[in-house]
């Protein structure tokens, strides 16, 4: 079904917007066109099958200056930053980016002998196309480090675009990550990965056409490229502030951050440079507290500690920011301003809403009285495109005090559609929730009609009337969005309830790297997570695993409805033992073939009772990726 014009009070909220920004201010288009050197000539970056993987013209219509009626005009202005600005950008001396190719920046940073790459991307068809503008441009030199700079995808994906692993197992290229780094990388995509995925097809306008009436950015870049991430093993963990390396006789210092952006991360400065790299700790909008695709939430308080430390710790040593996101920022003075408003727009959500939290204000009421003060919400670079004031507030809350509030009537309320169906006859029936709901909309008061009409939805959602005003509202308050993902889930949801949950393949959540890289212990969990309680419940299963290629032993134990397991055991009367490699388990967890399929050809061996082994699996559940969001 089509997109629908924005209403005149929609044309109303974004014009009122567009009068206060402060249009005056520039800077940010000179910084993203400083230092350019090229692009590609052709625009789209294909898959080693031909498919696209990246489109630098993607966005054509973001070269108008002026914002249609149909978006949120500070985010247009973000989106044309991101859009519009591709190509290979000289930062510095001896220090470049690759922008526009991904959500994220690749930097490369030229050391005696060759480069050194930082973050490079999400995917390797991306990151290789990146590469290849550095060589024409600057000359083929050898890679000789790559850094992850934190443990998000978008800042390692690509790493066999660039690098390869034989080269590392050579030991001609150093791969450096902070602490912990592999851990969380694989973890927050293997456990709750499938949810987490869908989600991030919301929060990313996967399925929502690129348009003015569609998906025009995230605000932290345009989107995810397509194609197959990769992981490459580090080679060198960073453990401290303070820790040097020398690579190639370029001196690095760093200042670990785990637990702000991410719960790997670092900062680091090149003091040959005077340039500091910020990693995502600094961007040019607030980030998440929060993120909506779904995670734990981060510490908005160690953030802004993490941010004071470093303008104290790389005082007068750097005259230049650049980060894994967006363009640099040029100048000592300005560099300054840049920490110090980033750190104090963090501070200001966490202390302010512990304030009125502790005067007894909740959840749902305080981000209805935040603002951030004028010195911080003026710059630009504390807009709210990609985390948002309301609900990064809602992430401090949540943090401190949990999803309950303390009001006892929101302590167990009903689910949805139950709820639904009361709601629906409290109202006095389908047809004049309708109409109340029909009314509020006409006058513009799309927040409450998602409110209310969800609760029919829910309660009968073949109500195709309900779907279509339910959308509607979704789809104007997505053209008022400032926040990327915001208009991106509204879009998301408004064109479920018009189409339907659509069939198409489900995205791969994980990499065959990242399976391959996934600790056993982490790869049980997994199986623990996918147990079906109820159906085990009841029974007592015992399985040895032997891993010869790798030589490692598990006991798998299914008791009181749960799956539990040991490592490094042997569990002399176990009902069935199984012998294999770990090669074998990821080809099966892969996909590329089954259990049975890997028994039947002795790559895989059962002891004792294989029915036992048969009954195991017929415990596990499976995750169907296209699950519904809007409707029950």
């Known amino acids: 079904m089509a997109q629908k014009d924005a209403t005149p009070f929609t044309e109303a909220a974004n014009k009122t917007l567009l009068n206060e920004l402060h249009w005056e201010d520039t800077r940010d288009f000179e910084a993203a066109a400083r230092g ?10 294909t898959t080693s099958d031909g498919r696209p993987a990246w489109d630098l013209g993607a966005y054509p219509f973001l070269e108008e200056e002026t914002a249609p009626p149909s978006v949120n005009p500070s985010l247009w202005r973000i989106s044309r930053l991101n859009a519009l600005y591709h190509g290979l950008f000289q930062v510095s001396d001896g220090i470049y980016q690759i922008r526009g190719f991904d959500l994220s920046v690749m930097s490369i940073v030229e050391t005696d002998n060759g480069y050194i790459v930082i973050d490079p991307l999400v995917t390797v068809p991306v990151a ?6 550095v060589y024409r441009h600057l000359g083929q030199k050898p890679i000789v480090a790559v850094i992850y700079t934190h443990s998000h995808i978008d800042h390692w994906g690509g790493v066999k675009g660039v690098i390869s692993e034989d080269d590392v197992r050579a030991g001609k290229v150093k791969v450096i990550a902070p602490e912990h780094f592999l851990e969380h990388a694989i973890s927050e995509n293997v456990i709750a990965g499938n949810v987490m995925s869908r989600r991030a097809s919301y929060m990313y306008g996967n399925l929502v056409p690129k348009g003015v009436k569609g998906q025009i950015g995230t605000g932290l870049g345009q989107t995810t490229s397509a194609g197959t991430p990769s992981l490459i093993d580090p080679t060198d963990s960073i453990t401290a502030t303070g820790q040097t390396m020398t690579i190639d006789g370029l001196e690095i210092e760093f200042q670990m951050t785990p637990g702000a952006e991410a719960p790997a991360e670092f900062n680091f400065l090149f003091p040959k440079y005077r340039a500091l790299c910020m990693a995502e700790n600094c961007s040019h909008n607030m980030h998440n507290l929060y993120t909506l695709r779904g995670a734990q939430v981060r510490d908005p308080k160690i953030w802004a500690a993490y941010l004071d430390e470093a303008i104290d710790r790389f005082a007068g040593r750097y005259d230049l920011i650049f980060a894994s996101h967006h363009w640099p920022t040029w100048g000592y003075e300005a560099c300054i301003d840049y920490l110090k408003k980033q750190r104090d727009m963090y501070k200001y959500l966490h202390d302010e809403t512990l304030r ?5 204000y909740t959840i749902l009421e305080i981000p209805e009285i935040i603002e951030l003060p004028a010195e911080l919400f003026r710059a630009w670079y504390n807009r709210g495109y990609y985390g948002s004031v309301n609900h990064n507030v809602k992430a401090v809350y949540q943090r401190y005090l949990g999803f309950f509030d ?16 009361l709601y629906v006859d409290l109202a006095g029936g389908a047809d004049a929730l309708l109409a109340k ?8 008061n799309y927040r ?5 009409v969800n609760h029919l939805v829910f309660a009968d959602p073949d109500n195709q009337a309900a779907r279509q005003l339910q959308a509607d509202a979704l789809e104007q308050m997505g053209y008022q969005a400032e926040s990327g993902p915001w208009r991106n889930f509204y879009l998301s949801g408004a064109k479920e309830l018009r189409d339907g949950v659509l069939d198409l393949p489900a995205p791969k959540a994980v990499s065959p790297d990242t399976i391959r890289a996934t600790p056993l212990d982490m790869f049980f969990d997994l199986l623990a997570v996918r147990l079906i309680g109820p159906r085990a419940a009841g029974k007592t299963i015992v399985l040895n695993a032997h891993f010869t290629d790798i030589d490692e032993r598990y006991v798998l134990t299914i008791e009181n409805g749960v799956l539990n397991y040991a490592r490094g055991k042997h569990a002399d009367h176990a009902d069935a033992s199984l012998t294999t490699t770990r090669a074998t388990l990821d080809q099966i967890a892969l996909g590329e073939a089954t259990a049975a399929e890997k028994l039947a050809t002795g790559e895989a061996t059962i002891e004792g009772d294989p029915a036992k082994f048969v009954e195991f699996l017929s415990l596990l559940d499976t995750f169907e990726f296209w699950f519904n969001i809007v409707t029950p």
Do not use: C, R, T, Y
């Open 437 to 444: 709901a029909q009314q509020a909309f006409d006058e513009g």
């Open 128 to 133: 290789k196309a990146g590469m290849e503008l």
């Open 406 to 421: 303390g009001n006892p009537a929101n302590l167990h309320p009903l689910p949805p559609e139950a709820a639904g169906k």
């Open 356 to 360: 009125l939290a502790n005067q007894g």
């Open 448 to 452: 409450w009609v998602a409110q209310v």
């Open 36 to 45: 350019f050197i090229a692009s590609l000539d052709e625009p789209v970056i």
